[in-house]
């Protein structure tokens, strides 16, 4: 029997959140040769225009699944809508994007159709027949291999990972629209329901524009010592300061600043990456810079293999230092 491959668009206010081609290049290289039936869901009100878009794009046959409550992402309520139409197309992998939305909705469809869920999938290969699943752990400092058991698995997919932009994929006819009615929930039975959408300003661009980027990451340790990157940068002629996710995420920096695949992608002729670990999705954003410089306190730290020049030190040592330097400079 040909397998299934159900593809989970992520959609917000009825758009995709990630290019829904990467989902379709995983699933094409999990049964190569066309030997799955491949099906795109996609959520969200009045959704067909959209799904007949991806249909034709991809030449896939497109589920959409409508409710105004699935405009915002409620991956609660996603799930609710996905299971019934799981049991009704009974496929063997469901492919979500490695998002925290994606995750979440994951998570509640493992528990209710009982499946198992492997998460952040970077690539794949395959070995005796059997697809291996690689993610990496401890900030990419070892790759992991995973075997499913064989049975109904759900998957979340790097965004990128499986990045096909180059290709040209025009099909040779569209796939097929389908319309779903997410089965009757009243509110009360929700767990959530999103309010609003706030867009965050996103009007700064002088990452995008500076010669030179002093990124902090986890390993300043506290909001003061971001102060060292800025005293870096105020030395320096058109710098700018960035950061990893999670010091945007402590809040000593803004979102805006955030550099890395779920961030702004910067290619400065000099990037400086202070107590940054060097993740794949930091990497993403900053594989374009001229030239790297990093200093971890971690002789071991992944960063150090894409650097061009690696200081092992204390960062709130070496910059001190290096700020005086400069000044007499
Ligand atoms: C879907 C998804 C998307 C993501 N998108 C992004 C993204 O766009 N951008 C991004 O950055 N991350 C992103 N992440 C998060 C990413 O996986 C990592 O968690 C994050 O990049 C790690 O940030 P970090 O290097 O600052 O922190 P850590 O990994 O905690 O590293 C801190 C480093 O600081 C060093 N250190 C500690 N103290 C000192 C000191 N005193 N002096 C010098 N060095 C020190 C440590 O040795 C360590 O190497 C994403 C994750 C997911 C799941």
Redesign the pocket.
């Known amino acids: 029997m040909t397998p299934t491959v159900l593809l989970i668009s992520e959609t917000i206010n009825n758009r995709p959140v990630q290019p829904l081609e990467d989902l379709v290049r995983f699933a094409e290289e999990l049964f190569p040769g066309s030997r799955a039936k491949i099906i795109i869901i996609m959520a969200g009100q009045d959704i067909q225009l959209q799904a007949k878009a991806a249909a034709e794009a991809t030449g896939i046959d497109v589920i959409a699944l409508e409710d105004h409550r699935l405009l915002l992402p409620n991956p609660e309520l996603l799930s609710k809508g996905l299971y019934n139409i799981i049991n009704e197309v009974d496929p063997l992998y469901i492919c979500l994007t490695?998002?925290?939305r994606g995750c979440q909705t994951a998570a509640f469809l493992s528990h209710a159709l009982q499946a198992s869920c492997i998460t952040?999938i970077e690539s794949l290969k395959y070995k005796n027949n059997t697809p291996l699943f690689r993610r990496s752990i401890f900030?990419g400092k070892f790759v992991m291999d995973i075997k499913g058991h064989g049975g109904r698995t759900i998957l979340t997919v790097?965004?990128g990972a499986f990045d096909n932009a180059n290709e040209d994929r025009t099909p040779l006819k569209p796939g097929k629209v389908t319309v779903k009615n997410l089965p009757y929930e009243s509110d009360e039975s929700i767990g959530f329901i999103p309010l609003q959408l706030t867009s965050m300003d996103d009007s700064d661009n002088s990452l995008e524009e500076a010669d030179v980027i002093v990124s902090v990451?986890?390993?300043?340790?506290k909001a003061e010592n971001v102060d060292l990157a800025r005293d870096v940068a105020s030395l320096l002629k058109n710098a700018a300061v960035g950061?990893?996710?999670?010091?945007c995420d402590m809040g000593w920096l803004s979102h805006s600043k955030?550099?890395?695949?779920?961030?702004k992608k910067v290619a400065p002729k000099l990037y400086m990456a202070?107590?940054?670990?060097?993740?794949?999705?930091?990497i993403?954003?900053i594989k374009n810079s001229q030239m790297i410089i990093a200093?971890?306190?971690?002789p071991r730290?992944v960063?150090f293999s894409i650097a061009d020049y690696g200081i092992v030190?204390?960062?709130?040592t070496f910059l001190p230092i290096l700020i005086d330097k400069m000044q007499i400079g």
């Open positions: 490695h998002t925290p952040n900030n790097v965004p990451g986890m390993g300043v340790g950061a990893s996710r999670i010091a955030q550099i890395g695949e779920t961030g202070c107590g940054i670990s060097g993740s794949a999705q930091h993403a954003g200093i971890n306190k971690d730290a960063i030190e204390d960062l709130t």
